[in-house]
T-cell receptor, first 114, second 110 residues
């Protein structure tokens, strides 16, 4: 099945800075998604990354805080802007593999904000 | 609002035991239910269920979906220490988006 390469794997950042996370899929996929998993919590959908148009954000998430790019069918980035300690989480990108009937994930980015 | 509830939230068993993890859901436009195993960061796909009453099986793991009663179970037989993980249940309610439950943390002691 398809593979997603996600980087960085982890980072420690200072308050007020921004971090961009990249995901590269080894095949073309229609839908890509970005999830957040705060410590001890389950996965929460941040947004759907739409190719060639603006991302669709879930309630509680805004473009100014989490800008997303999707320039083609195999690549997407998520930026966490003006970070605060509350942004410390695991961030995961994902995509559907309809051939193998599953939503598969990148390896995740562990973000710690000091 | 779509919702997924898993129980128990945590479970401690001994190697060789059989465990049953539960997942109930409320979703507007159900398409599928998925089970994942999360050991570190990235969840690993286990099963996808779309039809009621059909059991999916892989080795010691099996799962069944009851669309009428809106729940699913994940069974693990002859548990091993390597089964220790958080098991996540998610439902797809259209637009290919998944709503996840809080997960069941399974600890298997030797």
């Amino acid at each position: 099945s398809a593979v997603i390469s996600q980087k960085p794997s982890r980072d420690i950042c200072q308050r007020g800075t921004s971090l961009t996370i990249q995901c590269q899929v080894d095949s073309q996929v229609t839908m890509m998604f970005w999830y957040r998993q705060q410590p001890g919590q389950s996965l929460t959908l941040i947004a759907t990354a739409n190719q060639g148009s603006e991302a669709t954000y879930e309630s509680g998430f805004v473009i100014d805080k989490f800008p997303i790019s999707r320039p083609n069918l195999t690549f997407s980035t998520l930026t966490v802007s003006n970070m605060s300690p509350e942004d410390s989480s695991i961030y995961l990108c994902s995509a559907w593999d309809r051939i193998f009937e599953k939503l598969f994930f990148g390896s995740g980015t562990q973000l710690s904000v000091l | 609002e779509d919702k997924v509830v898993q129980s128990p939230l945590s479970l401690v068993v001994h190697e060789g035991d059989t465990v049953t993890l539960n997942c109930s859901y409320e979703v507007t436009n159900f398409r599928s239910l998925l089970w994942y195993k999360q050991e570190k960061k990235a969840p690993t796909f286990l099963f996808m269920l779309t039809s009621s009453g059909i059991e999916k099986k892989s080795g010691r793991l099996s799962s069944i979906l009851d669309k009428k009663e809106l729940f699913s179970i994940l069974n693990i037989t002859a548990t091993q220490t390597g089964d220790s993980a958080v098991y996540l249940c998610a439902v797809e309610g259209g637009s290919e988006k998944l709503v996840f439950g809080k997960g069941t943390k399974l600890t298997v002691n030797p």
